[in-house]
């Protein structure tokens, strides 16, 4: 939960104006990173929960759509932000409710790799957390300091 907390905080710390922001054109703006985390990490999600098992099925990347957060891609970024963390509750419970067992079954990964569930939960962390990461990078680029790097200047 601390991730999402604190990429939700970044795109509430963001000023405004700066939204859009991409450092480079091939890159994605700021805003997009926001919405691409939680729809991909809300589609991950609900696919395991779901059940499927193989994600390199041609139609994998259409099907995940259907998970994606009716215009996120538009709303105000106190909005995305409050669903960024409420969509990951919701998530986080879904996936707590499975049993021990159901985590230790093998899914394939869209790459083709053979994961159990909960490497695959712990994948669509890593990829968060690169996200995230992402995010303060352009949130230094605009002057403003992190979450992770204002809580820890606060304890000195």
């Given at each position: 939960?601390?991730?999402?907390?604190?990429?939700?905080?970044?795109?509430?710390?963001?000023?405004?104006?700066?939204?859009?922001?991409?450092?480079?054109?091939?890159?994605?703006?700021?805003?997009?990173?926001?919405?691409?985390?939680?729809?991909?990490?809300?589609?991950?999600?609900?696919?395991?929960?779901?059940?499927?098992?193989?994600?390199?099925?041609?139609?994998?990347?259409?099907?995940?759509?259907?998970?994606?957060?009716?215009?996120?891609?538009?709303?105000?970024?106190?909005?995305?932000?409050?669903?960024?963390?409420?969509?990951?509750?919701?998530?986080?419970?879904?996936?707590?409710?499975?049993?021990?067992?159901?985590?230790?079954?093998?899914?394939?990964?869209?790459?083709?790799?053979?994961?159990?569930?909960?490497?695959?939960?712990?994948?669509?962390?890593?990829?968060?957390?690169?996200?995230?990461s992402q995010m303060f990078v352009?949130?230094?680029?605009?002057?403003?300091?992190?979450?992770?790097?204002?809580?820890?200047?606060?304890?000195?």
């Open positions: 939960m601390t991730i999402r907390r604190d990429a939700a905080q970044a795109l509430t710390d963001m000023p405004a104006d700066k939204l859009d922001f991409r450092p480079t054109p091939d890159l994605m703006t700021f805003r997009e990173i926001a919405v691409h985390a939680l729809n991909a990490g809300h589609a991950l999600a609900g696919m395991l929960v779901d059940g499927v098992a193989d994600m390199t099925a041609p139609d994998f990347r259409e099907r995940m759509k259907g998970y994606f957060i009716e215009g996120a891609e538009s709303m105000p970024p106190a909005e995305l932000a409050e669903r960024m963390i409420s969509t990951l509750e919701q998530d986080c419970q879904a996936l707590q409710s499975k049993p021990d067992a159901w985590r230790a079954e093998h899914v394939t990964r869209f790459d083709g790799a053979r994961l159990t569930r909960l490497e695959m939960v712990q994948f669509t962390k890593e990829h968060e957390l690169t996200h995230r352009y949130l230094r680029l605009n002057g403003v300091v992190p979450p992770t790097t204002r809580r820890r200047m606060a304890k000195k």
